[in-house]
């Protein structure tokens, strides 16, 4: 059974950092192309960054400020942000990611992200 538990948010002021941690079970991480997604409250979910042995990608809105890495030996992923905004602000989940940028499994709980002063 596929399961993913996101862990490491909080509440942080604008211009701070966090490192939100997924990890995974039931398959082996670093062999899928792992994904970051958000939601932010009343939104629709919006992949924020992708992850395979090879490349990473980001959604425009966080290039430069997001870095996602993983660790094969505790298959986590992880999501370090810095220079956070208040939009920023959301639940974010991780999943394995599609040919097509789609979920493929059932998410997590979610890890929620407060950007605020």
């Known amino acids: 059974q596929v399961q993913f538990v996101e862990s490491g948010g909080g509440l942080v002021q604008p211009g701070g950092s966090l490192r939100l941690s997924c990890a995974a079970s039931?398959?082996?991480?670093?062999?899928?192309?792992m994904g970051w997604y958000r939601q932010e409250h009343g939104k629709q979910r919006e992949l924020v960054g992708t992850i395979t042995r090879t490349y990473t990608d980001y959604v425009d809105s966080v290039k430069g400020r997001f870095t996602i890495s993983g660790d094969s030996a505790k298959n986590t992923v992880y999501l370090h942000m810095n220079s956070l905004k208040p939009k920023d602000t959301a639940v974010y989940y991780c999943?394995?990611?599609?040919?097509?940028?789609?979920?493929?499994?059932?998410w997590g709980q979610g890890t929620q992200v407060t950007v605020s002063s």
């Open positions: 039931g398959f082996i991480a670093s062999t899928a192309t």
């Open positions: 999943n394995v990611v599609s040919a097509g940028l789609r979920p493929v499994f059932p």
